[in-house]
T-cell receptor, first 114, second 114 residues
Framework: AQSVTQLGSHVSVSEGALVLLRCNYSSSVPPYLFWYVQYPNQGLQLLLKYTSAATLVKGINGFEAEFKKSETSFHLTKPSAHMSDAAEYFCAVSEGWGAQKLVFGQGTRLTINP | DAGVIQSPRHEVTEMGQEVTLRCKLISGHNSLFWYRQTMMRGLELLIYFNNNVPIDDSGMPEDRFSAKMPNASFSTLKIQPSEPRDSAVYFC????????????FGDGTRLSIL
């Protein structure tokens, strides 16, 4: 079965610094991978998705993620953090061919220091 | 376009009462997912439907929980009788067919059982 591990339940960076949120997955089939963001008192919003077209995926709000099959990783990055990036971030993997079910990681709370 | 719409946004009720949460899917979506989010357990998939048919209800905690899709655009999640440990934020999400299709989340219902 597919699974997702997000390294670090809390990450804190300074405004303007690089953001790096780590996600490793396990999957017995070529995976479809997603990053979602959750702001306080809201539902999850899609940041970006990997669907095998390109290994570097660009998303909204300046975020991007790189799929590395050899490392089974799909880390999320942003070159320069903004205060508005403070939120919880979830990595997810699609459960297999033809399945819409997603397996979510436990989430990483990102704090931005002024 | 209207997103996934959940109602009510907040519900406070006493233990033993019946609770009904409602969800309207995005037009054209045919998969529907119910999640529960708590601090302790994170984001848990309770049940999901495809074309109005329940596909996987293995996440439903116990018989007190039931979910229905009376039509292609609407779903309910019912808890009867409710217990304090059911307090959580409940999300529904919808998607189109295909495992590269992202799920679109509603803003959730914050449920408090006293």
């Amino acid at each position: 079965a597919q699974s997702v591990t997000q390294l670090g339940s809390h990450v804190s960076v300074s405004e303007g610094a690089l953001v790096l949120l780590r996600c490793n997955y396990s999957s017995s089939v070529p995976p479809y991978l997603f990053w979602y963001v959750q702001y306080p008192n809201q539902g999850l919003q899609l940041l970006l998705k990997y669907t095998s077209a390109a290994t570097l995926v660009k998303g909204i709000n300046g975020f991007e993620a790189e799929f590395k099959k050899s490392e089974t990783s799909f880390h999320l990055t942003k070159p320069s953090a903004h205060m508005s990036d403070a939120a919880e971030y979830f990595c997810a993997v699609s459960e297999g061919w033809g399945a819409q079910k997603l397996v979510f990681g436990q989430g990483t709370r990102l704090t931005i220091n002024p | 376009d209207a997103g996934v719409i959940q109602s009510p946004r907040h519900e406070v009720t006493e233990m033993g009462q019946e609770v009904t949460l409602r969800c309207k899917l995005i037009s054209g979506h045919n998969s529907l997912f119910w999640y529960r989010q708590t601090m302790m357990r994170g984001l848990e998939l309770l049940i999901y439907f495809n074309n109005n048919v329940p596909i996987d209800d293995s996440g439903m905690p116990e018989d007190r929980f039931s979910a229905k899709m009376p039509n292609a655009s609407f779903s309910t999640l019912k808890i009867q009788p409710s217990e304090p440990r059911d307090s959580a934020v409940y999300f529904c999400a919808s998607s189109r067919d295909g495992n590269n299709q992202p799920q679109h989340f509603g803003d959730g219902t914050r449920l408090s059982i006293l």
